[in-house]
């Protein structure tokens, strides 16, 4: 008999309502034992799931699960990039915007079935400054909700939205200068967006016709807005209707560079990444292997 594949799985024990006890009994309760054989680890500290995740890849491991949120899902992402080994997913998060994209399944049991499937693609992935991202990643308004939410003890779409249209009215807008395709835009901005996957996360879609696997990304310009134009633009986004907003502006591309007058913040998966002046957004096409259900991912 072959033996079976092995599987680690990377549980981010700050993430989740349940204790990490409870996602690992239901593992050993959901997973199909007779096809695949497991491990369980946990991270100890920021930055060490990419650690877990490549030494699983050197091990030859069949698929490395991200049990935990965006940021979890984006670290063990950076272990795996460009690897034999396959990413999974059990969401954790409060916004789980990469398992939404895939339509992977929000209760574990779910998730675990999926993995029992054993269905593998690749998708894109790309870098802004040299940071990984999947989903989004961003310069302006979003990148300081990102570095405000992270220092929240509320999680939540509610919170977030709550937190959004807190700060809203107070945000600065700023110059920025982008070569897209080999035009340059000159214009104040609210928000640039780099799309791989279609939302942020709680179902809030930024790039409604994102392709996760088409090797472009999908750029969402906004600009100045005053507070009727965001409120619209928030109910666009939670509608999925960004897309036809007469706000937000897009292009599709395989490589983005924006300089700022004053340094920007900017994020990587909805991570604060900090503040830079310039900035260079790139695809990598095909760049890791997934696990999904068996759908269509555009």
Request: proline share 4%; aromatic share 6%; charged share 15%.
């Amino acid at each position: 008999m072959s033996k079976r594949p092995h599987i680690r799985f990377i549980i981010n024990p700050t993430s989740g309502p349940r204790n990490k006890q409870d996602v690992a009994a239901q593992i050993q309760a959901h997973l199909d034992h007779g096809k695949f054989s497991h491990e369980v680890v946990y991270t100890e500290r920021a930055g060490h799931a990419p650690e877990l995740a490549g030494e699983a890849a050197r091990c030859g491991c069949a698929m490395v699960v991200a049990v935990g949120g965006d940021g979890t899902v984006n670290e063990v992402a950076r272990g795996l990039l460009h690897t034999e080994t396959a990413l999974a997913i059990l969401p954790r998060g409060s916004g789980n915007g990469l398992a939404r994209h895939l339509q992977v399944p929000m209760a574990v049991d779910g998730a675990l079935r999926v993995l029992n499937q054993g269905h593998i693609t690749t998708i894109d992935s790309g870098s802004i400054n040299g940071h990984l991202f999947v989903t989004t990643a961003g310069i302006g308004f979003d990148a300081y909700i990102s570095s405000v939410f992270a220092g929240s003890t509320k999680r939540g779409l509610q919170s977030y939205v709550e937190l959004v249209m807190k700060e809203v009215r107070n945000y600065r807008h700023l110059p920025v200068k982008a070569s897209i395709n080999g035009a340059v835009i000159d214009t104040h901005c609210f928000v640039m967006a780099f799309a791989n996957a279609a939302q942020y996360g709680n179902n809030a879609y930024i790039a409604p016709e994102a392709d996760i696997q088409d090797g472009l990304l999908d750029v969402c310009l906004v600009r100045k807005l005053d507070i009727i134009k965001a409120l619209n633009l928030s109910y666009s986004m939670l509608t999925n209707q960004l897309a036809h907003a007469d706000s937000a502006e897009y292009f599709k591309t395989t490589h983005v560079q924006v300089e700022t007058e004053e340094p920007m913040m900017f994020h990587a998966d909805g991570e604060y990444m900090g503040k830079a002046s310039a900035f260079d957004v790139q695809i990598q096409p095909l760049s890791l292997k997934i696990v999904t259900p068996q759908i269509n991912l555009v």
